[in-house]
């Protein structure tokens, strides 16, 4: 699978930290109990897939059960501020390029070329994107790795959070985040736009390989087998994320531990974050573990 490929399923769906493990495979669990340390109550963290075919999405008894028993919800940013206009007109300014950089300043016009026929196709003049960070572009070329055509017809598409959120809120509990959505846009300024165009075109290409489409059913599949170190384990065999894995996914994590830590001291909270944050050595599991608290699987 071409590496820009999987970065895409990996900036949508969450997964991805791309190290060999060096210590035991953590055991097969989305759901993880956190305990020890001087909490009072037990926390919970509970790895998503950002979008997933409504046929394949599920939470366990014991998953619905630790959202009942919690007190607050924290994703890895507000999701309620997804709905907030007033907040979302200011990070819509963001995907832009900064100065008059445009998609044909950074691709040669075979790619242009490229770049235009795909969007023109799903009804996107391309017009309308030249000067949007390709990276979000990205986002938009994965039409044919989100339908995974259950036949003839697109399959319908859930979000994991939009789900969880919809239970917080019918419980009436807070809802917070580890991070803010200014501090996940501003991460893709430190990408190189040329890098970023590379992505965005080879990203295009790799939907036109069944292959691709292959192996992102099987990412799915070991998601639905809650195999969270399994998921890294095969993200590393293909080729990472550009060398970008500190920037996306590593920093991040060591970042999210004290605020973790200073929440679960405040009360019982439900964490729902992408599953690839879980795994691997620099995964949030193994990270708590190190500050010396008790990590159970729940099934």
Known sequence: MKRTGLFLIALIMGL????AQQTPALEKSLLWEVSGNGL?????IYGTIHMINKADFFLTDATLEAMTDSERFTFEIDMEDM????KMMPLLMKSFMIGDTTLADLLSDEEYESVRA????IGLPLMFLERIKPMFLSAMTGENMLSMQGGEQESEIVSYEMEIMKTAKANKM???GLETAEFQMSMFDSIPYKVQANMLVESIKANSDTTEDKQLEEMVQMYKDQDVDGMVAMMDDEGGIGGYEDLLLVNRNKKWIPIMQEMMKDKTTFFAVGAG???GTYGVIRLLKAQGYTLKPLY
């Not at 991805?16 to 190290?19: A, E, I, K, Y």
């Not at 709905?83 to 007033?86: C, G, I, T, W």
């Not at 795909?118 to 196709?121: L, T």
């Open 16 to 19: 991805g930290q791309m190290f």
């Open 40 to 44: 009072s109550s037990p926390s919970y």
């Open 83 to 86: 709905s907030d206009v007033s």
């Open 118 to 121: 795909h969007f023109e196709k």
């Open 174 to 176: 807070p809802i917070e």
């Open 277 to 279: 944050h879980l795994g």
